[in-house]
């Protein structure tokens, strides 16, 4: 039932900006924290950001100050702000949830920032 959908990706130039979505739903969204990962063509998929169920917020070092990580507990969304977006930031972006031991992932939205 857990069920994780991403949107929001595209195509942007260098500085650009765009703004993902996740919409959730089968879990207790308000109590469970909230991550974004981005995978590469042959590079590991690595956490981009994370944010609490009380809301508190963690960045990868490569995106802090760029990226924001929010969350709508009454929609049972995660939002990522991505702003002066860059070429090594082009892949795809998972929002992702544990319950429990087992990791829901959705299915996933391309970023590609070229100019």
């Known amino acids: 039932q857990v069920q994780l959908v991403e949107s929001g990706g595209g195509l942007v130039q260098p500085g650009g900006s765009l703004r993902l979505s996740c919409a959730t739903s089968?879990?207790?969204?308000?109590?469970?924290?909230m991550n974004w990962f981005r995978q590469a063509p042959g590079k590991e998929r690595e956490l981009v950001a994370t944010?609490?169920?009380?809301?508190?917020?963690i960045y990868a070092d490569s995106v802090k100050g760029r990226f924001t990580i929010s969350r709508d507990n009454a929609k049972n969304t995660v939002y990522l702000q991505m702003n002066s977006l860059k070429p090594e930031d082009t892949a795809v972006y998972y929002c992702?949830?544990?319950?429990?031991?087992?990791?829901?992932w959705g299915q996933g939205t391309q970023v590609t920032v070229s100019s």
């Open positions: 089968g879990f207790t969204f308000s109590t469970n924290d």
């Open positions: 944010i609490t169920s009380s809301r508190g917020r």
């Open positions: 992702n949830t544990k319950l429990r031991r087992d990791n829901y």
